[in-house]
């Protein structure tokens, strides 16, 4: 019986979550439950034995056939693309920030890094958090507020390089920027999946062209190039993926892009960086030094963008190293930003 139970809880906890729809019918019975404790009993007990059942027997059949119907009551996705195509259309279909208003969005960070010093090398992981404010009439305007946080050391001597923990750093949008882009700053990139995956390729294409190989290296064969090439391609759209446009169309347009990618495959049991389950799509790529894998992490049933995770192989393979996390915390739209304090260090920008 123990082992039936936990093959079922197992099975459960990989099975994606309600629909938008379904969950607003439960949480309205819920809610009239609820009412209905708090109130007289003038009814009849069978009336509020009735509700009770209904209640409950709804937020259980949720649980039952979430997987089996998507945010709109249809088919779930059956495939990495199709999971992809939902979520551009859910990113479609996000409140932007009208002219005056600000979009903030609140993001966790984890990066796996090499420090190199003059007589030491470190892998550490670093964890910090971004928050972003993102003026929909300026979005060149941004600002991020970065809060450096716990700092692991895994091989090596401790960093004295970095930040400390709870160091805050403000930065301006601009080149220099980390994950702070813009349409405009990034050169007005089309809102359509096939344009805006044609711009990326021949951009990355002309990237590895322009690279120039070491002193006393070949250059590289047509393989190598063309490796290069995907490498670049799916690295920018995942990156695009995960930055906090102002407005829906340019991130709908980079999920449907994604969508097209061949090596890219169905997940349901992944979990982002801050412990939500979800669904996602997975895309391994062969990088310049081995093979990568990037994925992107969505809300069960209603294909909200959650989070991404970047694992990579070591060159002679082994055990998978987790390179980059990342979760968005929260979202919303905003009327104000703050104001940098007179005693902080001025915002990096270039």
Not at 93 to 118: F, H
Not at 134 to 139: E, G, K, L, R, Y
Not at 260 to 278: E, F, I, N, S, V
Request: hydrophobic share 40%; charged share 20%.
């Amino acid at each position: 019986m123990t082992d039936d139970l936990q093959e079922i809880k197992t099975f459960h906890d990989t099975l994606p979550g309600p629909s938008a729809t379904a969950t607003a019918k439960a949480k309205d019975l819920l809610a009239a439950e609820a009412v209905a404790e708090r109130t007289p009993r003038t009814g009849s007990a069978k009336h509020r034995l009735l509700l009770r059942t209904a209640a409950v027997g709804l937020a259980a059949a949720v649980a039952a056939v979430a997987f089996l119907t998507g945010a709109d009551g249809g088919a779930a996705p059956a495939n990495a693309a199709e999971l992809l195509q939902e979520a551009a259309a859910a990113a479609g279909r996000q409140q932007a920030p009208r002219p005056g208003q600000i979009l903030y969005v609140n993001r966790t960070d984890q990066s796996w890094m090499i420090v190199s010093g003059r007589d030491s090398r470190s892998e550490v992981t670093r964890e910090s958090n971004r928050e972003y404010w993102i003026p929909a009439a300026n979005p060149d305007g941004a600002l991020t507020r970065l809060t450096y946080g716990k700092l692991r050391t895994h091989t090596g001597q401790v960093p004295t390089s970095l930040e400390t923990p709870g160091t805050v750093e403000f930065q301006r949008a601009g080149p220099c920027t980390v994950n702070v882009l813009s349409p405009t700053s990034e050169g007005n990139l089309p809102a359509d999946p096939d344009q805006l995956l044609a711009r990326v390729r021949a951009d990355a294409a002309a990237s590895v062209k322009n690279e120039r190989p070491e002193p006393g290296a070949a250059p590289p064969g047509k393989d190598r190039i063309e490796r290069l090439v995907e490498h670049t391609v799916v690295s920018r759209l995942i990156t695009l993926a995960g930055n906090p446009f102002p407005g829906p169309g340019l991130r709908a347009a980079v999920l449907g892009a994604l969508s097209k990618m061949p090596t890219a495959t169905m997940r349901t049991d992944l979990t982002d960086l801050a412990g939500r389950q979800g669904v996602g799509a997975s895309i391994r790529y062969q990088g310049p030094d081995g093979w990568q894998r990037a994925e992107l992490i969505f809300e069960p049933g209603t294909y909200r963008f959650l989070g991404s995770r970047l694992l990579s192989e070591p060159p002679r393979g082994g055990t998978e190293v987790l390179r980059y996390a990342s979760a968005v915390l929260e979202t919303k739209i905003v009327n104000s930003m703050p104001k940098i304090p007179v005693d902080a260090p001025e915002a990096v920008t270039c």
